[in-house]
């Protein structure tokens, strides 16, 4: 093992990734208990000891146990020495915790604006004619100065583009109410399901999760996923999604560097790309492809390899592929397009092989110092440092209580955005329709009383115009009690 490689274990020959390579992406695969979660581990520990940052989602809520030392465990020791790791110890690892609800770290949080219509189309998994309305949406927030940073600016600017529909036609296009009430359902589902604390500011900033610690070891965050997959799965996808874009958009061009700015682990990574549109698939290929410029590695894992589309799948460079099993003839398929995707080795049926690994090995083949994949090998990967339980308690509020981030996140910000903006506008408008109701009612009073009720008269037929043409429910509230008080 050297300085720029991670040893991950044994088999004919000693396997290890170098980390110049690691921004050319990799592969962790794998039946369910087969070892995926160890691996993860494995190369979380090594890229934290040479100082790269790594991102990774806790599925199982046990990834928090690498704040803490495993302790001495006999069957750990047993396997370093099977697989002369001399220089196996035990040890804890900086982390920061985070979670999108708020509930076991950090928050983390968006702007509705930032996010973007595409992502934001697919985590409500729109139909093409809704995610019109939502372009035409965001391109009114943005001619007209509307900030739209949570759920609450866009549920107001929907509102107001309903409203305005006949008005916005000729420049936007059609904007039907029926397709802006399907929209505004499946924002209140998301809502359910607690997605809306996610959005908001004060917005995640990226150096936050690219720091080492005094001893230059990087920084591992963690982010509590395990109620996020099971309550919201898509919103765990997009929000992944969302990150990824903000690297590759935000950080500078690198080139050729001894070792990575950061890996992201993408955990359960078939999630992104159920049932998602083209245009998504061909954006996520595109950021895999042109990130590991900006230096960055992306490490997707998952059980099937089959669930990566081929066109993401042939940019990942470095595989670690556990156990498969053979149960159907899909199964097999998948078992074959895995084996296929290794360099060959003619001393391994790797067909073969890969359903018969037994817990804790792999068929592993990285990228030399030209680029070129190793051929596999059986491997027998290392024990890892940290501790495998989670953090009770204590622990964890320990961490979070010396955490480099300490107060910076904790407490949401509501700064004047669309939903502020519109309100005042109802509110303009409910006064300037009471003004002119007023000047009505005077020159009404100066004029001889007739018999039986007036027709509308003009000016109240422009103050109720004016009613109905505010974009706000709370605005047109405030307005119509106003008019009731006045024509009584």
């Not at 037994?358 to 994949?373: F, I, M, N, R, Y």
Request: glycine fraction near 6%.
């Amino acid at each position: 093992m050297t300085d720029l490689s991670i040893f991950l274990g044994k088999g004919e020959s000693s396997q290890s990734l170098l980390l110049k390579q690691a921004n050319r992406h990799g592969l962790i695969a794998g039946a369910t208990g087969t070892g995926k979660t160890v691996s993860l581990r494995i190369l979380a520990e090594g890229f934290s000891r040479q100082g790269v940052p790594v991102f990774m989602a806790d599925a199982k809520g046990d990834l928090s146990g690498m704040a803490e030392a495993c302790g001495s465990v006999p069957a750990f020791e047993k396997r370093a020495k099977i697989v002369d790791y001399s220089d196996y110890i035990t040890e804890a690892f900086p982390i920061i915790l985070w979670d999108l609800y708020g509930e076991q770290g950090h928050p983390i949080r968006a702007t509705v604006q930032n996010m973007g219509p595409l992502l934001l189309a697919r985590m409500l998994e729109l139909n093409e004619v809704q995610e019109g309305i939502l372009n035409v949406a965001f391109s009114v927030a943005e001619d007209e100065n509307l900030p739209i940073l949570d759920f609450k600016d866009l549920k107001a600017l929907l509102i107001n583009i309903s409203d305005r529909s006949k008005e916005l036609r000729a420049t936007y296009g059609n904007v039907s109410p029926q397709s802006i009430g399907a929209i505004q359902r499946k924002l209140l589902t998301l809502e359910r399901q607690g997605a809306e604390q996610f959005f908001g500011e004060p917005e995640l900033e990226l150096k936050d999760m690219m720091r080492t610690n005094i001893d230059g070891r990087g920084y591992i965050s963690v982010l509590a996923a395990d109620k996020l997959m099971r309550e919201s799965p898509s919103l765990y996808a997009i929000f992944l999604m969302w990150l990824l874009s903000r690297l590759f958009e935000e950080l500078p061009e690198q080139g050729d560097a001894d070792k990575p700015k950061m890996v992201f682990f993408f955990d359960e990574a078939h999630l992104l790309f159920d049932r998602a549109p083209r245009v998504l698939v061909d954006r996520i290929e595109q950021v895999v492809r042109l990130i590991r410029s900006k230096g960055v590695g992306v490490f997707f894992v998952t059980q099937n390899p089959a669930d990566i589309p081929d066109d993401v799948l042939g940019q990942l460079g470095n595989k670690i592929q556990h156990a498969l099993r053979a149960f159907t003839p899909k199964d097999q398929k998948a078992i074959k397009a895995a084996a296929q995707s290794f360099r060959e080795n003619p001393k391994l049926d790797v067909r073969e092989v890969i359903q018969t690994l037994g817990v804790g090995e792999a068929l592993v083949s990285t990228l030399d110092t030209k680029g070129v994949p190793t051929m596999v090998e059986q491997t027998l990967i290392i024990p890892p440092s940290s501790q495998l339980d989670p953090l009770t308690k204590p622990q964890r509020q320990t961490v979070l209580d010396n955490s480099p981030v300490l107060g910076k996140y904790d407490e949401a910000l509501d700064r004047e955005s669309a939903h502020e903006k519109l309100l005042k506008k109802s509110q303009e408008a409910a006064e300037k329709a009471k003004k002119i109701a007023e000047k009505e009612a005077e020159l009404n009073e100066s004029k001889p009383a007739k018999k039986g009720r007036q027709r509308q008269t003009v000016w109240e037929s422009m103050a109720k115009s004016v009613v109905r043409s505010v974009g706000s429910s709370v605005g047109r509230k405030i307005a119509k009690n106003l008019l009731k008080s006045l024509f009584k």
